[in-house]
């Protein structure tokens, strides 16, 4: 194969609809790397989007329905750069107060996040790395960032009626 490899693209289906994205490898090489192998393991089936903000962004990829943590692999660099700039329908890893501490959450942007952007490589300016964007399916997006949500135990912004991500697959067209 002495084309250069195109970008590739996840189908990842929910109980909203099914939604397209497009990863960039060529951009964010080590997160995607990272989100591909929690792909092909099929980490992400049957999680759920826990965490719902309708002016702000949706975040799944690490808990069950039932608001349990599944287990992950080791947390990854994080490859924020000024370039990647979190806009509405990009995807970007979740991640603690800690700079290197992303594991498998991931969050799509409904809005434009400038905020969430890398400023600095400080603690707190070095930003959330951006790896993707929805390119079908922000209709999908914009369902559940509407959704009913409630506070479950410690997590608040919860949707009420869980939010399932049945399955995120490679697509053909990658």
Known sequence: MSTEQANPIVVMETS???????????????????FLRYVDDGFFNGTVFHRVIPDFMIQGGGLTPDM?????????????????????????MARTSLIHSATSQFFINVV?????????KTPSGFGYAVFGKVIEGMDVVDRIKDVKTISFGQHENVPAS????????????S
């Open 112 to 120: 434009d996040n400038p905020f969430l952007n890398q400023k600095n």
């Open 162 to 173: 869980p939010v399932l991500i049945t399955a995120i697959k490679r697509s053909s067209e």
């Open 16 to 34: 909203e609809g099914t939604v397209k994205i497009e990863l960039w490898a060529d951009q964010a090489p080590g997160t995607v790397a990272n």
């Open 68 to 92: 349990k943590q599944k287990k992950t692999r080791d947390s990854i660099k994080n490859e924020a750069s000024p370039e990647l700039k979190n806009e509405r329908g990009t995807l970007a």
